[in-house]
């Protein structure tokens, strides 16, 4: 595992690359018109369809092929995290099968990206009730010149018929949430007994 300054080459470059290096999808910043959220954290739009999750910067960390498993951290320290939820159309059928490709940083904020062992990252399949759950450890801050990008997973979701979501989520709590730009309020979730809960809808195709 390569550590922060060997990844960004020093505070300067962490600051101008690492801006310069995001990739944004379309991600809007409030709900407009819609009326209060569903029981699964989405807002309902007029016509009573969930409205899709909030896409998020994927980051300059991405590797693809990660290992099919939902036990990211074995052998790692740090605060023990599990982490589930469902993936479901707007229309709230939950889609089976669906892919969900998650990773993160270490507890120190350094990121695998050589090992061929895709250190806390790992790719899940849903079940039949569009379920998939991960136990990983509490990903750790860092550095971004003067401030800090607040502990974060990343998540790449696809499903047939349905466009492809690349997110993050974030903790409530976390004392740089609100100094951070790309932190959207909707994907924050609470942690409680080292477990949290984070649904996704994925916009029809």
């Known amino acids: 595992m390569i550590t922060r300054r060997e990844l960004l ?8 690359g690492l801006l310069a290096g995001f990739r944004f999808q379309d991600a ?14 989405h807002p309902l739009s007029q016509d009573k369809k969930l409205v899709p999750t909030e896409s998020n910067i994927e980051g300059p960390y991405y590797r693809k092929d990660a290992p099919f498993r939902s036990k990211l951290a074995t052998g790692l320290k740090g605060e023990a995290l599990k982490i589930s939820g469902k ?15 998650v990773w993160q940083a270490d507890k120190e904020g350094a990121y695998d990206q050589t090992s061929d062992a895709f250190v806390l990252r790992g790719r899940i399949k849903t079940d039949k009730d ?3 759950v991960y136990e990983t450890i509490m990903p750790g801050q860092y550095d971004l010149g003067e401030a800090k990008r607040p502990a974060h997973i990343h998540y790449k979701v696809s499903a047939a018929g349905h ?11 976390d004392p740089w949430i609100s100094k951070d730009p790309f932190v959207r309020k909707s994907l924050i979730i609470e942690v409680a007994d080292k477990a949290g809960t984070f649904d996704i809808v994925l916009a029809k195709a």
């Open 130 to 132: 569009g379920l998939y």
């Open 9 to 16: 080459g020093g505070t300067a470059l962490a600051t101008a």
């Open 163 to 173: 466009a492809l979501l690349t997110t993050q989520l974030y903790f409530k709590g």
């Open 28 to 41: 809007p910043r409030g709900t407009g018109g819609l009326i209060p959220a569903s029981p699964l954290h």
């Open 87 to 101: 993936v479901l159309s707007p229309d709230g059928t939950p889609l089976r099968e669906a892919l969900v490709d």
